[in-house]
């Protein structure tokens, strides 16, 4: 079996597909035994993007999203990652562990969908605790059903991706229903969970006045909800769509220009949310 020194450190913008042809079928994702082993696409060791203080990110493989603008198609199945063990993924965690808590951060599962193995991301989380490390996963929410409260206690944050407030929007980008995602939200509410939203701002898909003013009514009044981050579109994973042969709808999607992000801004700051 492949171990994770095998996996190039990177940005998950890197492309990487077809790695384990013979990886079981993306349907058993859910049925993925005790966690002893994952498919992931890759990792990096030093991001100040995905959550507080220096991050340790782990790209997980296997997403039941399809979303329209996605810039890691080649996370979508497990096929196209790395199998490792848990055993040597928190053994190279560990490695950059003092360094980690020195400077604040900690460990983000991202994707990929880290809910799409339960198991295996559990047993790194569970590790990383036991480092004394803040824990944090990136999700779209949509799998939250399938996790107990046991797992939500591994986390410190949970950064979750509300794509849209409209559910035909919604299904249009991601072929996917909307309801899961804000009934995990509600969830994490109720349970004092501390999340950062996050929300990509699609010129013609996602900017329409009223999807947004949508998102901010919903997490306004959550108090668990510390910061709502407004992530431009870029066009930094096209470059994949071409490769992988998928139709990308989005080749002449501008990136969106500072007035409409501060547009949008304005509008999660009157719902009285913390937006950047
Ligand atoms: S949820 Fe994330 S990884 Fe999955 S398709 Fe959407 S953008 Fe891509």
Not at 47 to 65: A, K, N, Y
Not at 75 to 102: M, N, Q, V, Y
Not at 196 to 201: D, N, P
Not at 209 to 227: P, Q, T
Request: net charge neutral; charged share 25%.
């Amino acid at each position: 079996m492949a171990e994770l020194e095998s996996l190039k450190a990177g940005r998950g913008h890197d492309l990487r597909f077809g790695i384990t042809p013979s990886a079981p079928e993306d349907s058993h994702l859910l049925d993925e035994a005790d966690g002893a082993f994952g498919s992931v696409h890759s990792y990096e060791t030093a991001s100040r993007c995905d959550g507080p203080g220096l991050r340790f990110v782990l790209f997980v493989s296997g997403c039941p999203l399809r979303c329209s603008y996605c810039h890691n198609p080649d996370s979508w199945h497990l096929k196209d990652g790395t199998p490792i063990t848990a055993g040597r993924a928190i053994d190279r965690l560990a490695g950059f562990a003092s360094a980690l808590r020195e400077l604040d951060g900690g460990l983000t599962i991202s994707g990929g969908e880290p809910l799409a193995q339960i198991a295996f991301t559990r047993r790194i989380l569970s590790a990383a605790k036991k480092m004394g490390l803040h824990t944090a996963i990136e999700t779209s929410g949509y799998l939250g059903d399938r996790v107990d409260d046991s797992y939500l206690s591994t986390l410190d944050l949970i950064l979750l991706d509300i794509k849209s407030s409209d559910p035909d929007i919604y299904r249009k980008l991601t072929g996917r229903e909307l309801v899961p995602t804000l009934r995990f939200a509600e969830r994490l509410a109720a349970m004092g969970k501390r999340v950062w939203v996050r929300f990509t701002l699609v010129p013609g898909l996602t900017d329409d006045l009223a999807n947004v003013d949508g998102i901010a009514r919903f997490v306004a009044h959550m108090r668990n909800v510390e910061w709502v981050e407004v992530q431009p579109f870029h066009q930094l994973g096209a470059f994949k769509w071409k490769a992988l042969n998928l139709a990308y709808k989005h080749a002449d999607t501008p990136t969106p220009p500072p007035g409409l992000v501060n547009r949008v801004l304005g509008q999660f700051h009157a719902a009285g949310c913390n937006a950047r």
